[in-house]
């Protein structure tokens, strides 16, 4: 474990996992093909980058948002979490 990162490999993170610490980084998911998983904390969904990718993900009919966790009551995040079956967003 050690040499591996040492070598800057990671040995538990799938090679298609990326880290993303700034907006630029975040924003270049945009450019991933192919389906994915988008992971946030706390309310990111209310103003953060997750709103960025709701709006450029959902309209594809094979994308899905699920929210997890606790979230703030009348939030995004909480809208979803309760909502039956669908939540409309305005994006």
Do not use: Y
């Not at 070598?7 to 298609?16: D, L, N, Q, Y």
């Not at 709103?51 to 948002?65: G, T, V, W």
């Not at 966790?69 to 809208?79: P, Y």
């Amino acid at each position: 474990m050690t040499q591996l990162t040492a070598e800057g490999k990671r040995a538990f993170v799938p090679s298609r996992f990326h880290l993303c610490p700034t907006s630029d980084d975040s924003r270049k998911l945009n450019g991933v093909a192919g389906p994915g998983v988008i992971i946030a904390g706390s309310g990111m969904a209310t103003g953060g980058r997750i709103l960025h990718h709701l709006r450029h993900r959902l309209p594809d009919e094979a994308s899905a948002a699920a929210a997890l966790r606790a979230a703030i009551e009348q939030h995004l995040g909480w809208r979803c979490a309760v909502a039956a079956d669908r939540q409309q967003i305005d994006l």
